[in-house]
């Protein structure tokens, strides 16, 4: 019953990041669009952390939330910035360390969302810690969501609005399960 806040809110998401920028030069268009959407990082905090507040109180989505970023922009822009330096620098080595690197800072923006207190490298570790041993789960989750991105692909990219709700909705699912075990094992340490 909370789809209409859901798609809603993806369909903003989409306009705003998908539409930066439009130019003739294919080059500075991109590399121009890459400055810009590094700028609004927040946008895309506010959209994951959308969800991840959705799952656990139950409450439907809103557009506000996607600037919900721009309160603590310095901490989510240098998060983001060293999460997609980090990324850049290991897949210099090769391809697959990247792709494995990204999949370790994967929580970063939830970790972010549950400690305002911890910024930069302290949310990436702490996501990198979370995920050990759970980087094959992520993507194994986001491998079954491929025949829905192909049927999405069908009707001309409509079928996404519904997908990316349910894509952010069982990856926060997935983050709350995680986090649950990263404190139960950390609580067995400690005892």
């Known amino acids: 019953g909370k789809w209409r806040g859901a798609v809603v809110?993806?369909?903003?998401?989409?306009?705003?990041?998908?539409?930066?920028?439009?130019?003739?030069?294919?080059?500075?268009?991109?590399?121009?669009?890459n400055i810009i959407q590094l700028l609004l990082c927040p946008i895309y905090y506010g959209f994951t952390v959308a969800f991840l507040d959705g799952v656990r109180?139950?409450?439907?989505?809103?557009?506000?939330?996607?600037?919900d970023g721009f309160r603590e922009y310095g901490k989510v822009f240098g998060t983001t910035l060293l999460m997609y330096v980090y990324v850049f620098l290991w897949t210099l080595l090769l391809i697959v360390p990247g792709i494995i690197k990204g999949y370790s800072y994967a929580m970063t923006m939830y970790v972010m969302r549950d400690n305002p207190e911890m910024k930069f490298n302290?949310?990436?570790?702490?996501?990198m810690a979370m995920m050990k041993g759970h980087k094959f789960d992520l993507f194994y989750l986001q491998l079954t969501f491929i025949g829905w991105m192909l049927l999405s692909i069908l009707t001309l990219?409509?079928?996404?609005?519904?997908?990316?709700?349910?894509?952010?909705t069982a990856t926060a699912h997935f983050y709350e399960d995680v986090k649950n075990e990263y404190q139960d094992k950390l609580k067995a340490e400690l005892a």
């Open 57 to 67: 109180t139950g409450e439907s989505c809103h557009v506000g939330q996607l600037f």
């Open 122 to 127: 302290a949310a990436i570790e702490r996501s």
């Open 157 to 168: 990219g409509i079928g996404f609005l519904w997908l990316g709700p349910y894509v952010q």
């Open 9 to 33: 809110l993806t369909l903003v998401y989409g306009l705003i990041m998908g539409a930066i920028p439009i130019g003739a030069n294919e080059f500075v268009s991109y590399q121009i669009g």
